[in-house]
């Protein structure tokens, strides 16, 4: 399995990206399978943005997230995609999107055992 984030960029304070990723190499993603972003900005820890469950589309969001971003998946394209609005300067980070095999997107919030990572996508916004 092999995950390609992109989509990162830089942006104004309000403003909007959408970031992908793309799962190739995979086959069919089992509907047990959960996919998701992580992001880590410069001197802080790992921090859980949103989760979704391949098969029935169950999600989970990180608070400081939460009514900003939405995360979505096309089956046919073997893509996950993070729609982030109304975007602050606390936003920064680099990106990245993880894959958890048998995992509720709720279960890999924790960010503990993720089978498979993309290389990351800086998203910078600017006040």
């Known amino acids: 399995v092999q995950l390609q984030a992109s989509g990162g960029g830089s942006v104004q304070a309000g403003g909007s990206l959408r970031l992908s990723c793309l799962a190739s190499r995979s086959g069919r993603i089992l509907s047990s399978t959960s996919l998701g972003w992580f992001r880590q900005a410069p001197g802080k820890e790992r921090e859980f943005v949103a989760a979704i469950n391949w098969g029935d589309g169950r999600t989970a969001y990180g608070d400081s997230v939460k009514g900003r971003f939405t995360i979505s998946r096309d089956a046919a394209k073997n893509t996950m995609y993070l729609q982030m609005n109304s975007l602050k300067p606390e936003d920064t980070a680099v990106y990245y999107c993880?894959?958890?095999?048998?995992?509720?997107?709720?279960?890999?919030?924790?960010?503990?055992?993720?089978?498979?990572w993309g290389q990351g996508t800086l998203v910078t916004v600017s006040s």
């Open positions: 993880g894959q958890k095999r048998g995992s509720s997107p709720r279960a890999m919030s924790v960010g503990k055992d993720i089978d498979y």
